[in-house]
């Protein structure tokens, strides 16, 4: 589930609240091109306010149009899930703004107390995986737990969808560096975490939306017990720090844990984590150090971009040629000076 989605279901739980009538809109399945993957939400108050998305803007001024025109009724005749798709026919791909082609299936819900959203929004943010189950003959869901990740279901009389907490990002260190690299990641959807005991830099800390604490790194590291959906950065090049908190985050389920540095100074770090502490190879080979993407980056903005340039990579799967990490791309281009010298 992207950040984004769990803001359209807030937005649902913070209308209904003011018992304003909401339909929730997800998409099922693509064909070919579309801006949106399945499992996109986007929600319309009964007034045309929206939250989230489906597709690139097109199908969204269209079901906004019907909302206000006729109410929600025009979507979920009966005040029952209905199902919509878009694209099928070339014009209509193009009146949409569908690219190449492309085709694009939603469930759209008309929601209410059957929907418990209030009790998703929670179990989500308890970082739950939750499978959210409706009959689409009655509108009625049913909640329970699931693995993240698993595409959308639509089947005649029940439409499944599996929904899962924001990625977490763990910062070691509040320095200039780190309020660079929590900036972004904020702009991201990242549910940020930022920790240093050193009060002289947490003293002039003020990152909206970055939670900070002063408890020791090892100390948060093991507390959160780190799943798929976390990544963990050390910033603060000191081991009394950084070390310990690494250690238990190469043990945990991370999907990405790094540490800035030199090269000089990973490989001191790689080798004190191997010769004191029982981590295995396999667990040493997942620290990214020195953390990032080369991009020539000298400032701290752009040590911070390369750095969430790798972590999103690794979140998003994609599998970057070993050459464009910060240290095989410098070992690369000391080589080549020195071959140039020669």
């Given at each position: 589930m992207h950040a984004a989605d769990l803001n359209v279901l807030l937005a649902c739980r913070d209308w209904m609240a003011l018992d304003r009538k909401v339909v929730l809109l997800t998409v099922v399945r693509t064909w070919g091109s579309s801006p949106r993957p399945p499992g996109a939400m986007m929600a319309i108050r009964e007034d045309?306010?929206?939250?989230?998305?489906?597709?690139?803007?097109?199908?969204?001024?269209?079901?906004?149009?019907?909302v206000r025109s006729q109410g929600i009724a025009a979507l979920c005749p009966g005040d029952r899930p209905a199902?919509?798709?878009?694209?099928?026919?070339?014009?209509?791909?193009?009146?949409?703004?569908?690219?190449?082609?492309?085709?694009?299936?939603?469930?759209?819900?008309?929601l209410a107390a059957r929907s418990r959203v209030d009790e998703l929004v929670?179990?989500?943010?308890?970082?739950?995986?939750?499978?959210?189950?409706?009959?689409?003959?009655?509108?009625?869901?049913?909640?329970?737990?699931?693995?993240?990740?698993?595409?959308?279901?639509?089947q005649e009389d029940r439409f499944s969808c599996v929904l899962g907490p924001r990625h977490r990002l763990i910062v070691i260190g509040a320095g200039q560096l780190s309020?660079?690299?929590?900036?972004?990641?904020?702009?991201?959807?990242?549910?940020?975490?930022?920790?240093?005991?050193?009060?002289?830099?947490r003293a002039q800390w003020n990152v909206p939306g970055v939670r900070i604490t002063h408890d020791m790194p090892d100390d948060v590291v093991?507390?959160?017990?780190?799943d798929a959906r976390t990544a963990i950065v050390a910033?603060?090049?000191?081991?009394?720090?950084?070390?310990?908190?690494l250690i238990y985050a190469l043990q945990s389920e991370a999907f990405y844990v790094g540490a800035l540095g030199s090269r000089v100074n990973n490989a001191k770090r790689v080798e004190r984590l191997r010769e004191h502490f029982d981590l295995t190879e396999a667990q040493l080979s997942r620290l990214h150090g020195p953390?990032?993407?080369?991009?020539?980056?000298?400032?701290?903005?752009?040590?911070?971009?390369?750095?969430?340039?790798?972590?999103?990579?690794?979140?998003n799967g994609v599998a970057l040629p070993g050459e464009v990490a910060v240290g095989t791309a410098k070992n690369a281009l000391a080589r080549e000076a020195g071959g140039r010298a020669a």
């Open positions: 045309g306010v929206v939250s989230g998305s489906v597709s690139g803007g097109c199908i969204e001024d269209d079901l906004i149009d019907k199902v919509a798709t878009y694209g099928v026919k070339a014009e209509d791909a193009h009146r949409f703004g569908l690219p190449c082609g492309g085709t694009l299936q939603l469930v759209m819900e008309p929670a179990r989500l943010e308890q970082r739950d995986s939750i499978c959210r189950a409706v009959d689409m003959r009655s509108g009625d869901v049913t909640l329970g737990a699931a693995p993240a990740d698993a595409e959308p279901q639509l309020r660079y690299l929590c900036e972004i990641a904020v702009g991201l959807n990242f549910d940020v975490t930022v920790c240093d005991p050193r009060e002289e830099y093991l507390a959160a017990k780190p910033l603060t090049h000191d081991p009394k720090l950084d070390d310990m908190a953390a990032g993407l080369y991009i020539g980056s000298r400032t701290p903005p752009e040590i911070a971009l390369s750095i969430l340039a790798e972590i999103v990579a690794q979140k």
